[in-house]
């Protein structure tokens, strides 16, 4: 694929992470399970995810497509928060109680746990894409709904969280940026744990 298909697939998975954080806002019980729907869309489709593609990389051109997958995951969160704007649910209250919450905790403690989410989250993708038995899918299936009850940060899943919040109230918060990097990066450690620990046999 060539950067600027990268980029297009990239916003596709945003809008489907988006969808599925959208369900989360409206219901987190209900949405926590529901969640893996944004997955398993990216899975299928073939779509180019963070946190589905930084525990594949393997050059330092996949790591530039990296930070292009990124920047097309956020702009796909943000056509979905956007959209949110249209909705009678208190969206926005939901996703600033859940920044406050990321906030209070620390960037430094929201960056440890979100290794908790980049491991669960390449142990699903690795399974899923397999795709030959249902018994294939059940890491996606439960993986979401354990880094969402953890309350382990999912990069994307956050970014649109945060779009939905006020941008006063994103400017009001100077940690905000270093959390989000922080997430980032975490993700990224916890993507790539089963490779950093244990040698990967070629097949």
């Not at 729907?37 to 930084?54: E, H, I, N, P, S």
């Not at 430094?108 to 908790?116: D, K, R, T």
């Not at 400017?171 to 490779?195: D, Q, V, W």
Request: glycine share 8%; with cysteine.
């Amino acid at each position: 694929m060539n950067k600027f298909d990268i980029f297009r697939s990239a916003i596709m998975a945003g809008i489907c992470i988006g969808i599925a954080g959208f369900g989360y806002l409206v219901n987190s019980t209900f949405g926590m399970f529901l969640f893996a729907f944004g997955l398993a869309a990216v899975v299928q489709y073939k779509l180019k995810l963070f946190t589905g593609t930084a525990g594949f990389v393997e050059s330092k051109s996949d790591l530039l497509d990296l930070l292009i997958i990124l920047a097309g995951n956020v702009v796909g969160c943000l056509c979905v928060a956007l959209l949110s704007r249209c909705s009678n649910f208190e969206l926005q209250t939901a996703a600033e109680a859940l920044l406050d919450k990321r906030l209070t905790n620390g960037p430094l403690n929201a960056s440890l746990l979100s290794i908790g989410c980049g491991f669960l989250m390449t142990t699903a993708v690795t399974f899923a894409r397999k795709s030959k038995e249902f018994a294939d899918w059940l890491p996606l299936l439960f993986a979401v709904p354990m880094f969402i009850l953890c309350g382990f940060p999912h990069c994307i899943a956050d970014s649109f969280y945060y779009l939905c919040c006020s941008p006063k109230k994103l400017l009001s918060e100077p940690m905000f940026p270093l959390l989000y990097a922080g997430i980032i990066t975490g993700n990224f450690i916890g993507c790539n744990l089963y490779r950093l620990l244990i040698k990967v046999k070629s097949n």
